[in-house]
């Protein structure tokens, strides 16, 4: 795709014994005395470390121990097998049974500790675990990873549909040809309700995070999600306007962050409150997608929510300026509002009020209740405006499909 304005990051691990790269390790373990052992041993090896609890950057090992119900554990396993490409994992117990063990290989895991852990079984482990990472890494020694990109939607007011759009575009990615990993997070602590668009009841939230942010690694947070039926998976925020307690912009950030590392797109529900919190995750974010529509009150906000951003520093190219509920008679009232917001239009989302009443209150997304809609079919290619899979990006002039009496590139990124 043409727009430049995310650039992809590279996170390299490899053997240190040609490179003099590290290998991380991850401990996921309740066992003090397994754990203190795993970081003593760690410790005295040139090639690997302990992973810093404020790096967020994917680890190349992680060390699970199995919980008390091994079925949660070979569940955990499964989830960080899919999306968690870069990362090994090893599991430990002081369980021997050969039916954990055969089902913990089937799940994913390459090595099983036994606990009281052996010296000797973990040096066996570690130099199995070089030879891999060293068969499969590219010619010059190096394995990468390309981090996630971050979609954020920004409401230029309450009640523009900025949740709807930003559940929609998530499932329109997760139906791209090229497969993504997709996790939708909703940081809106003054009312959020995304899990009602999805029909979801989740046991955790963001909430769990703020508890204890130094528990936060990448077994605890695959805990924490919720899967859809469609493969999506969902952070939900846990807050309202009556919550006590508030998300801290240092948990959002190590959050986005350690997701990044997971999953292709991490698309995140910012609400309408540019708070401090919603300020950090918009600055993690590969593009602002800053909804409005044409009424006048919300033009209004809109303008001063732009100005702010701007005025903050976010860069001209990063922000997006989305109308949802766009009819094709207001093509006039639409040019005279991007001269009052200085911002073109990057996408006209059509109005079609039933579509999307239906598809809140059936909770599921407008792409499955009303695929061949023109809003459902204008979220598809919104989508796959990000995609940027050789042969999968959709041309920008597409967006205008559904109002082909004004093809005349209103509808363009703003340059």
Known sequence: ?????????????????????????????????????????????????????????????????????????????????????????????????????????????????????????????????QERAASSTDKRGEASIVAGKVLAFFGGKGGVGTTSITVNVAAALLNLPSKPRVVIVDVNQHGGDLPLYLDL????????????????????????????????????????????????PDCVEATLKLLQASFDYVVVDCGHVLDLTTKKALELASWINVTSTLMVPVVHRTKRILELLRGSGFPQSKLRLIMNR???????VLVETEEILKQKAHWLFPNDYPSASHSVNSGKPLIETAPKTAVG???????????????????????????????????????
């Open 1 to 129: 795709m043409s727009d430049t304005a995310w650039k992809p990051k590279r996170v390299t691990d490899g053997p240190s014994d040609s490179t003099g790269k590290i290998f991380k390790v991850e401990l996921s373990i309740q066992c003090a005395e397994t754990k203190k052992t795993l970081e003593g041993i760690i410790s005295e090896k040139t090639d690997f470390q302990i992973k810093d609890s404020k790096d967020a950057t994917p680890s190349s090992l992680l060390i699970l121990e199995l919980a008390e119900t091994p079925e949660e554990t070979f569940a955990v396993i499964r989830d960080l097998a899919k999306v968690a490409k870069g990362t090994e994992i090893f599991l430990t117990s002081s369980k021997l049974d050969s039916g954990i063990l055969l089902e913990a290989m089937r799940a994913g895991a390459k090595e099983f500790l036994a606990q009281p852990i052996q010296p000797q079984e973990v040096e066996g482990a570690f130099s199995r675990f």
């Open 201 to 248: 009841q989740p046991m955790h939230s963001f909430r769990d995070i703020a508890a204890d942010p130094s528990r936060l690694d990448q077994a605890f947070l695959i805990r924490l999600l919720t899967k859809c039926e469609s493969g999506l998976q969902v952070l939900p925020s846990g807050y309202d306007d009556l919550s006590t307690g508030r998300l801290s």
């Open 326 to 332: 766009y009819l094709s008679g207001e093509k006039d």
């Open 377 to 415: 079919k204008s979220y598809m290619e919104y989508a796959a405006s990000f995609d940027d899979t050789p042969g999968q990006s959709q041309g920008k002039s597409s967006v205008l499909g559904w109002l082909s009496p004004f093809k005349s590139g209103k509808a363009q990124a703003a340059t």
